[in-house]
């Protein structure tokens, strides 16, 4: 390979993503790699799912871009903090769907086994499972206690 890699980790707030980028940070330093760090950021389907159906607490899209950019740019500035090359990437997008498609020139992409989306008793989030099965490189799906060398979250 011709110079360094480019290690693709999505992040959107939750422990899990935490975990998942502390992770991808220690191997982006280990071999000299890059991070992109991606958080993506959507409408939610209630806001569509009712005519007249008024949501009080219903974020703006300008909100919605400025928390996903505001996780992305923290989470980047920590890998910058750890001796690693990081940019953020913010899309209007699905998290999967964006995931996949900025892994298209990536040796590896990092997820969290689940994040803030979905059903919280999955064990395999949908995101992480959607790119285990469609991304175009290698996925490494951090567990929870994996980034601190506890495989699996075993202390």
Same mark, same amino acid.
């Given at each position: &390979?011709?110079?360094?890699?480019?290690?693709?980790?999505?992040?959107?707030?939750? *422990?899990?993503?935490? *975990? %998942?980028?502390?992770?991808?940070?220690?191997? %982006?330093?280990?071999?000299?790699?890059?991070?992109? $760090?991606?958080?993506?950021?959507? /409408?939610?389907?209630?806001?569509?799912?009712?005519?007249? @159906?008024? &949501?009080?607490?219903?974020?703006? @899209?300008?909100? /919605?871009?400025? %928390?996903?950019?505001?996780?992305?740019?923290?989470?980047?500035? *920590?890998?910058?903090?750890?001796?690693?090359?990081?940019?953020? $990437?913010?899309?209007?997008?699905?998290? %999967?769907?964006? /995931?996949?498609? /900025?892994?298209?020139?990536?040796?590896?992409?990092? $997820?969290?086994?689940?994040?803030?989306?979905?059903?919280?008793? @999955?064990?395999?989030?949908?995101?992480?499972?959607?790119?285990?099965?469609?991304?175009?490189?290698?996925? &490494?799906? $951090?567990?929870?206690?994996?980034?601190?060398?506890?495989?699996?979250?075993?202390?």
């Amino acid at each position: &390979m011709d110079g360094p890699g480019t290690i693709v980790v999505g992040v959107d707030g939750s *422990e899990n993503a935490r *975990e %998942a980028l502390a992770w991808a940070i220690r191997e %982006a330093a280990a071999h000299g790699d890059r991070l992109r $760090v991606v958080t993506t950021w959507h /409408l939610p389907a209630v806001v569509y799912g009712a005519p007249g @159906l008024a &949501m009080p607490d219903t974020p703006t @899209l300008e909100g /919605l871009e400025a %928390a996903a950019r505001d996780i992305a740019e923290a989470a980047a500035a *920590e890998a910058r903090a750890g001796g690693v090359e990081a940019d953020a $990437v913010v899309r209007e997008a699905q998290a %999967a769907d964006a /995931l996949i498609d /900025l892994a298209a020139d990536a040796d590896l992409l990092v $997820v969290g086994s689940r994040g803030h989306g979905g059903f919280t008793g @999955l064990l395999l989030g949908s995101v992480s499972a959607q790119c285990a099965h469609h991304a175009p490189c290698p996925v &490494m799906i $951090v567990r929870r206690g994996a980034a601190h060398g506890r495989p699996g979250g075993q202390s």
